[in-house]
């Protein structure tokens, strides 16, 4: 509670300290403030608004009032930097300076702010507590070396280096004392860095991600003292290029810490480190060869031709992209090997799988290989469904990355316990789209394969059967008949002349075998396929439904049709009739055959008692399936029964 | 002969039965089924049994099983097969154990050629159909010793499969018996089987030889 004020009245501040910033600017309008001004507007609003948003967090209260107050100091430097330049155009700065004198080193305190955050950093706790000690050190050396700029007897900095100090040189000792502070404040701001590599490295995955962030914008800042350090030594002030990495670093160090907390998993940290260092790399290039070519072609053609600057143009234009790529693949090889790993299996299987060397199923264990992530799933969206199946059809959630073809997920990659992010599984779920897509529709391919073979078994299988029903009739019936009748026959020979036997009464029976061995053979030949089907599939039907003990409304199309079409059309009647009549205790069956679309629908309908078997179905739809048909059956128990077949009767057009 | 008939159509069975009465022979059971056949066979002891390969109670080979049981129970008893169709691999074996007949059932209108089968059968001696043997002669590999025989010792082959006599043959082939002999003697010898005077055991010797030729 205290943190989250702290950052708002920071905020608050921070805000008066810019607008008394301008004002003395307007009052006093030079170059140097203006550049200061622009400093200020560049880091403290960002920072203000990031802390406020970061300090609204949960876990985020310590670290928004650390921007805060970072923003803050930063404030509070430019408002001084620009009342000093104003203060240098009065009459009497004397007056002042005082306050010029205590605030001559309050810079101290956007470092001192810096190391607290890093100290702090992500989780607003410092790492352990052998460090409890150094945020207080730290605001204490800060408060020594401000108050040593104080005291200091050296002149102010320009434009007020002729105002006299207005405190004393202080004691030998304290210059001492005042030395130890200083060193100490660079020392426990290099510390401060340090902690959190070692923060670092017993990080989860998640701090490490938000670790990464900072140390991505944070790379300029342990270097600012140091560098600074270093051109005071050789050149005795500091130049500009310390201030512009220790710049960089202070407007990028907030965002950075506010992305990490709010959103560490915003992008790609690691794919961000690499891009930085690309674009470095490939921008020093290009003005490398830019440089090269105009100034080649200035020996050739005379310096400040205007065909120098085009040819190092064109010649920089010509390198961007393969420079950028080549580049990237080296910086990734080298800072960010899993996602260079990844994309390179992903297009390795996309080549196998071109070459016929691997199927695309292996693109689950390429990918846990390549992202270093042993439970790594890959799902394929099941056709017509929102449900996400693996390749070896086991189920997979859908709570991962997905992949889109067309803005269709077609896919999703779930991270098990590896190192990838989620960008990274973004990028690597963009690029195997394809495979991917490649994956589902062999699957559907074989689900189509399958359940032909499977209908094309049981047509088979449903043949046999038939035959082997056929077979037993013809030896049973028929043929049983027909051996007996020879035998009469025999007998009947045998006792022609002896008069024992009345042949006349045998001639009787034997005719009348025979004519009933003939009516079965008929009856045999009806089940092989109704002759009456010549005469179309009306006369057939009406044959059908005259045999039946009760009447069945017909209403029947009477147009020509294929042979097959009508054959089946006619079997599945007369089954659903069957069943009807058998089964259903119906009082009314309907039948229907309309002709709509192309399609032949046959139903038929009854008012029994429902539940028909689907013993009925497994023959019949196979059939129906074989004409590229379709059947349905709705039986509900006690509410009747309907069977509707659709048989598509001409070819379906290829333009379809 | 006193002869038990086991057959499940009513119109075949009586049929038969009147031919075989006809022919003097003496119908002392008729069953219409496996488990019927099986008593009357046990309690009348006939001469022959007379079982048709299908029948009910599961109306698949109950009589072929029906005749292994009586088979076993009774060494003596002889067996005649009537089938529907040509079965070879198991009609074979039953036939190459002696004392069993398999025959098609339209054999029964040629009256005279089925009686001397039932005859030859309760003799000792064995009956196949010519079907089936037609089927065990039927070509098999390139050096195969039936290639050897000349037409007319593959005639008298086909005969002794099916159960003849030399008599048989010899009035068959319009041979005289000495002939027949010749051809017997050639047969055995281009087969690889040891000749014996009794000739019911020569033509089970010839069965067996074309069973496992068949099988191979």
């Known amino acids: ?505 045998l001639l009787d029976q034997s005719v009348a075998e025979l004519g009933t061995a003939v009516a079965e053979l008929r009856q045999l030949a009806h089940g092989l396929r109704p002759g009456s089907l010549d005469d179309g599939l009306p006369a057939a039907l009406s044959n059908l439904v005259r045999t039946l003990p009760m009447t069945v409304a017909m209403d029947v199309d009477d147009g020509p049709l294929p042979d097959a079409v009508a054959t089946t059309a006619y079997f599945v009647a007369s089954e659903a009739i069957t069943n009807a009549v058998k089964h259903s205790e119906a009082t009314r069956i309907e039948l229907h055959v309309v002709r709509r679309d192309g399609q032949l629908l046959v139903r038929v309908t009854d008012n029994g008692c429902g539940g028909a078997n689907l013993g009925l179905r497994s023959g019949l739809a196979d059939r129906v399936a074989a004409l590229g048909g379709s059947l349905r059956v709705a039986s509900p128990v006690g509410s009747g029964t309907e069977v509707e077949a659709a048989l598509p009767f001409e070819r379906p057009s290829c333009a379809s | 002969m006193r002869i038990v008939i086991g057959e499940d159509s009513a119109l075949f069975r009586e049929g038969l039965a009147r031919l075989l009465e006809d022919a003097g022979h003496e119908v002392v059971g008729r069953a219409g089924d496996a488990t019927a056949l099986v008593e009357a066979v046990t309690r009348e002891r006939p001469d022959l049994a007379i079982i048709d390969v299908r029948m009910p109670p599961d109306g698949t080979d109950d009589g072929a099983r029906a005749a292994k049981e009586l088979r076993a129970q009774d060494p003596e008893l002889a067996i005649v097969l009537l089938s529907q169709h040509v079965e070879t691999r198991h009609s074979v074996e039953l036939v190459a154990g002696g004392r069993v007949g398999y025959l098609l059932k339209d054999r029964v209108f040629e009256v005279d050629d089925f009686m001397d089968a039932l005859r030859r059968v309760a003799a000792g001696g064995s009956a196949l159909d010519p079907e089936v043997v037609a089927t065990l002669l039927g070509p098999r590999r390139d050096d195969d010793p039936l290639a050897l025989l000349t037409p007319r010792e593959r005639d008298v082959l086909a005969l002794m499969a099916e159960g003849r006599n030399n008599a048989g043959i010899a009035r068959r082939l319009f041979l005289t018996d000495r002939t027949v002999e010749t051809h017997i003697a050639g047969i055995m010898q281009k087969l690889g089987l040891h000749e014996t005077g009794e000739e019911n055991r020569r033509v089970l010797a010839v069965l067996t030889w074309l069973g496992v030729r068949q099988r191979g």
């Open chain 1, 1 to 505: 509670m205290v943190a989250r004020r702290a950052a708002v009245v920071s905020a608050v501040c921070a805000a008066l300290a810019l607008v008394m910033a301008v004002c003395f600017l307007a009052a006093a309008p030079n170059r140097t403030s203006w550049l200061t001004l622009a400093i200020g507007v560049l880091v403290v609003p960002a920072t203000t608004g990031l802390s406020v948003l970061v300090s609204r967090r949960r876990d985020g209260a310590t670290v928004g009032m650390l921007l805060g107050l970072l923003s803050l100091s930063v404030a509070v430097v430019v408002a001084k930097e620009i009342w000093l330049q104003w203060l240098a155009t009065t009459d009497d700065p004397t007056r002042w300076a005082w306050l010029v004198a205590v605030t001559a080193e309050n810079a101290w305190w956007v470092l001192a702010t810096f190391g607290l955050l890093l100290l702090h950093f992500p989780d607003g706790r410092v790492p352990s507590r052998r460090w409890r000690w150094v945020p207080a050190a730290l605001v204490v050396a800060t408060t020594v070396t401000q108050v040593d700029g104080a005291l200091a007897d050296e002149p102010f900095r320009a434009p007020l280096a002729g105002l006299a100090r207005p405190f004393g040189p202080p004691p030998g000792w304290w210059q001492l004392c005042a030395l130890v502070c200083f060193v100490g404040v660079l020392a426990l701001v290099l510390a401060s860095a340090v902690s959190l590599l070692l923060r670092f490295r017993r990080a989860d995955r998640t701090q490490r991600q938000q670790i990464k962030w900072l140390a991505l914008a944070g790379i300029g800042l342990p270097l600012y003292p140091l560098l600074c350090g270093v051109e005071i030594l050789v050149w005795g002030e500091p130049l500009w290029f310390s201030g512009a990495i220790g710049l960089a670093s202070l407007i990028a160090t907030p965002l950075a810490a506010g992305i990490a907390v709010l959103r560490y998993d915003l992008y790609d940290v690691d794919k961000a480190l690499g891009l930085a260092v690309t674009w470095g790399v490939v921008t020093a290039l290009l003005l490398a060869v830019y440089g090269a070519v105009s100034s080649a072609t200035g020996v050739l053609v005379g310096r400040g031709s205007e065909i120098g600057i085009a040819l190092g143009t064109a010649a920089a234009a010509l390198l961007l992209l393969p420079a950028v790529r080549l580049v990237r693949r080296a910086v990734d090889a080298r800072m960010y090997p899993l996602r260079r790993s990844a994309l390179t299996a992903v297009d390795e299987l996309h080549r196998e799988v071109s070459a016929g060397d691997a199927r695309p199923e292996q693109l689950e264990e390429r990918l846990r290989g390549a992202l270093r992530d042993r439970e790594l799933r890959v799902g394929f969206r099941v056709p017509g469904s929102t449900a996400y199946l693996d390749a070896g059809g086991e189920p997979v959630p859908p709570s991962g990355v997905l992949v889109l073809q067309d803005d269709e997920p077609t896919g999703v990659l779930v991270r098990g316990s590896g190192p990838a992010s989620s960008e990274l599984l973004r990028e690597v779920a963009d690029r195997c789209s394809t495979l991917v897509e490649v994956v589902r529709l062999r699957s559907e391919v074989a689900r189509a394969l399958r359940d032909a073979q499977d209908s094309r078994t049981r047509l088979v299988q449903i043949g046999y059967e038939e035959r082997r029903r056929m077979e037993r009739d013809l030896h049973d019936g028929a043929q049983q008949r027909l051996v007996s009748l020879g035998m009469q026959l025999r007998l009947a020979q045998r006792h022609l002349d002896d008069g024992t036997v009345d042949v006349d009464e």
